[in-house]
Structure formats: C-alpha cells, structure tokens
C-alpha cells in the first residue's frame, strides 16, 4: 500500500512553540501534499510539494521533501490555538484520475 | 475560489433507508471527484473515483451497488447509500479536482451519517 504513516500519531504543544510532523511513504512519488482538518470537518488544503523540490515554505508552514528516504515534514512555527487540527500528508497515484492516499494522520493539539 | 458544498452535513435515519449525499463544487468545473470514508480517529479510506459521464471507478472491497454513485455534471456527485444499516454509519466526505489540474483536491464539509 501507498499509505504514508505519520509520526507522531498525536503532538500536544504550547502555543508558541514550532510543531513538526514527519510523513513516510512506500514508492515513488510525482508530488506529496499536507491537508488540514479540523474535528467534524473536511480537508484543507495546506501546500504541494514536487517530487524535484526539496523545500517549501507557505507562511508559518515549512515543508520538506526526502525523495531518498521517502519522507516529509511539515514544520508550523510560532503555533496559535487555532493550529489544532489534525493534519494528513497525501501522495499521489501514478494510476491517474489524480488520485490521491492519505497518510495515517498526526492530532496536533496547541494550548493557549 | 475551489469551494466544495456537501450536503446534508449530517443525517440520522432508520436502518435500511436510502440515503444521498451531494456533492457540488461551486465555482470550477471538476472533471472528477472522489468520495472517501472516514471512521473515528483515523484517515481517509478512498471509496471510488467519479468521472463526469462515466461509471465510477470503485476501490477494492467496496461494495458498488451498495454505495451507488453519479456523476452526471461537472458540478455534481451524488453517492447514494442503499438500504442504510448501522454498520455504515460513519463520516463521508467528497472531494473535487479542477479539470485538467494536479492532484489537488478540494473537500466538502463531509456528511455525518448515522443509521439506527
């Protein structure tokens, strides 16, 4: 499976502080991107980062891309309250139909 | 621009009801959707992909006439669970990708579905 696993499966921080979740996949990928959700609610799109691009900056939101290793982090820094969400990194199908998998996803709790 | 409109956001019915979910985006043309299912606490499990004018592509073990999907516009999905139990109760969200665009996609406020 494509599935990317997330690590930590749950962060809990203070607000201020910087937050980074890491995002390991399976096979080659054309590009990886980071969704937010918020609890009840569908995904937002966060930031796209191509397979030829190493790092991204959107921003409070830092990405970086390890083709090599197959992994990704999503750095947030000076974290607010309303950062809480869960967030989900998405590698696409070389299949077509830009289909994408989600990875397992990181709860991201940010206290005031 | 990319909003998706899902409706309803949330339903609550009896065990063996039909049930349809909307899916709309408002401002672009998706050439294709998808509709996922998601259960407490974990990820997004893909259910099929919906291309305007065509039958929908449905993922491994998902049940096809179970989970009856249309996708008749450019606008417009629809995903009608048949004869509802409580085991698919859960939490389906739609997304939309703009024609001729990456692998971007953009969700619907998802539909809490809850059968009794």
């Known amino acids: 499976s494509q599935q990317g696993e997330e690590d930590p499966q749950a962060l809990s921080i203070q607000e201020g502080e910087n937050a980074t979740m890491n995002c390991s996949y399976k096979?080659?990928?054309?590009?990886l991107q980071w969704y937010r959700q918020n609890s009840g609610r569908g995904l937002v799109h966060l930031i796209l980062i191509r397979s030829n691009e190493r790092e991204k900056h959107s921003g409070r939101l830092r990405v970086t891309l390890d083709t090599s290793k197959k992994s990704s982090s999503l750095l947030i820094t000076a974290s607010r309250a309303a950062d809480t969400a869960s967030y989900f990194c998405?590698?696409?199908?070389?299949?077509?139909?830009?289909?994408?998998?989600f990875g397992t996803g990181t709860k991201l709790q940010v206290i005031p | 621009g990319a909003v998706v409109s899902q409706h309803p956001s949330r339903v609550i019915c009896k065990s063996g009801t039909s049930v349809k979910i909307e899916c709309r985006s408002l401002d672009f043309q998706a050439t294709t959707m998808f509709w996922y299912r998601q259960f407490p606490k974990q990820s997004l499990m893909l259910m099929a992909t919906s291309n305007e004018g065509s039958k929908a592509t449905y993922e491994q073990g998902v049940e096809k006439d179970k989970f009856l999907i249309n996708h008749a516009s450019l606008t417009l999905s629809t995903l009608t669970v048949t004869s509802a139990h409580p085991e698919d109760s859960s939490f389906y969200i739609c997304s939309a990708s703009k024609q001729g665009g990456i692998s971007t996609q953009h969700f619907g406020d998802g539909t809490r579905l809850s059968i009794l």
């Open positions: 096979t080659s990928i054309n590009n």
């Open positions: 998405a590698t696409d199908d070389s299949g077509g139909y830009q289909k994408v998998t």
